[in-house]
């Protein structure tokens, strides 16, 4: 089992920056792919970033590259998502989750992911 609490969303205006957090717990996370997705009213849950936690290895959707950024800080179990030059159209609640690696399932696909947390609201006005 692993256990996925998200913290750091909020309201902000256009062109903020924000930075969400992950803190996972429980089964040994070295081994695991851990993803930010987010979901907006009416709409689906749609992949944000990716992260291996051995090797750090990165994938964005073509959204967000070049503005949001994914890293994980080993020694504090911490995965983030740093949100730069944020716009309206981000606004959703953001989930963290966790992938194991004998999943075959597409990493960019909510459906590939075994572990979610709760939620983070990332409002954004204009």
């Known amino acids: 089992q692993v256990q996925l609490a998200e913290s750091g969303g909020g309201a902000v205006q256009a062109g903020d920056s924000l930075r969400l957090s992950c803190a996972a717990s429980g089964r040994t996370l070295s081994s695991l792919t851990m993803g930010w997705f987010r979901q907006a009213p009416g709409k689906e849950r749609e992949f944000v970033a990716r992260i291996t936690w051995s090797g750090g290895d990165t994938y964005y959707a073509d959204s967000v590259k070049g503005l949001f950024t994914i890293s994980r800080d080993v020694a504090k179990n911490t995965v983030y998502l740093q949100m730069n030059s944020l716009k309206p159209e981000d606004t959703a609640v953001y989930f963290c989750?966790?992938?194991?690696?004998?999943?075959?399932?597409?990493?960019?696909?909510?459906?590939?992911?075994?572990?979610w947390g709760q939620g983070t609201q990332v409002t954004v006005s204009s």
């Open positions: 989750a966790a992938r194991v690696p004998t999943h075959r399932s597409s990493s960019m696909s909510p459906g590939g992911y075994d572990y």
